[in-house]
Structure formats: structure tokens, C-alpha cells
């Protein structure tokens, strides 16, 4: 998600991740609004996933769509009540392959 802000998380010598509990909240708050979706099947191109998730889903309002290869994409919505929405209204497909 373009959003997120890691904020300063490296040591000084760059070995140790720090974390910083107000930004892991913050970051946290945004996720709640978002799901990890697969299309199963052929390597469906990131392009194709996105025209046709836009098609089915955009009844639910604007969403963003990160792709995080294999198939595997980060859809973050506006509502928090969308992704429960999408995951009992399925199936869903993506170029006749499973979502």
C-alpha cells in the first residue's frame, strides 16, 4: 500500500528493524480495510487481475490494488466493512480462473 509510512525503522548501522508502535497501529488501522487475494490457475498478468476486479468489485466503492506477484495481490478498500462483503459473495474469477 502506497500509504504506508515505515517511518524511520533502521539502526543507525542498518542491521536491527525498529518498530515504532504508533506507526505499527496506524499501519495496522489501514490493513484491517484490506485482503490478500490469489487467482488461481494460468499466470494471470497483473494488468488482467486489475481490469477485471474493478469490474466486479467497484460496487463497493474505490479500492487499490498492489501486486505482489505470483498472482497474489493486496486489495485495500475505503470501508472496513467490504472485504467481509467480498469474501462471503464470492466465487469470484479472474479470466474464468478462481479468485
Known amino acids: 500500500m502506497e500509504n504506508l509510512d515505515l517511518g524511520n525503522f533502521l539502526s543507525e548501522d542498518g542491521l536491527v528493524v525498529k518498530l515504532h508502535a504508533e506507526k ?21 498478468s497483473f494488468q488482467s487481475i486489475c481490469v477485471d476486479l474493478r469490474r466486479q468489485w467497484s460496487i463497493f466503492g474505490n479500492f487499490h490494488i498492489t501486486g505482489l506477484r505470483l498472482g497474489w495481490v493486496l486489495c485495500s478498500f475505503e470501508n472496513d466493512s467490504v472485504p467481509d462483503k467480498i469474501l462471503s459473495g464470492g466465487p469470484w474469477f479472474v479470466k474464468g480462473h478462481v479468485v
Open 24 to 44: 505499527e497501529m496506524e499501519n495496522s488501522r489501514r490493513l484491517d480495510k484490506a485482503i490478500v487475494v490469489k487467482v488461481f490457475g494460468d499466470n494471470t
